[in-house]
């Protein structure tokens, strides 16, 4: 992993840790959020849907620049 790949994949844990703070009520929702890293300044988006109760499914992607591939991924995370 590079610099720019390391601060999106911190940048969607911290968006991601955000989300499940207010996980309960919503079943689906988007949070858009740019996050600075360093000297990076990412765009993250955050779909999540609630798929089995106490678990949260999320799809993430996190770009730091212009005209790069996205970051994302999608994984499951237990909801207190």
């Known amino acids: 992993m590079g610099g720019r790949r390391d601060a999106e994949a911190l940048a969607s844990e911290q968006v991601m840790e955000q989300v499940l703070v207010g996980a309960p009520g919503d079943s689906s929702r988007m949070v858009f959020d740019t996050?600075?890293?360093?000297?990076?300044?990412?765009?993250?988006?955050?779909?999540?849907?609630?798929?089995?109760?106490?678990?949260?499914?999320?799809?993430?992607?996190?770009d730091a620049d212009a005209g790069s591939v996205p970051w994302e991924i999608e994984t499951l995370r237990r909801f207190p």
């Open 35 to 62: 996050v600075v890293i360093g000297m990076h300044q990412v765009r993250v988006r955050v779909e999540s849907r609630d798929s089995v109760p106490g678990l949260i499914w999320f799809r993430v992607q996190a």
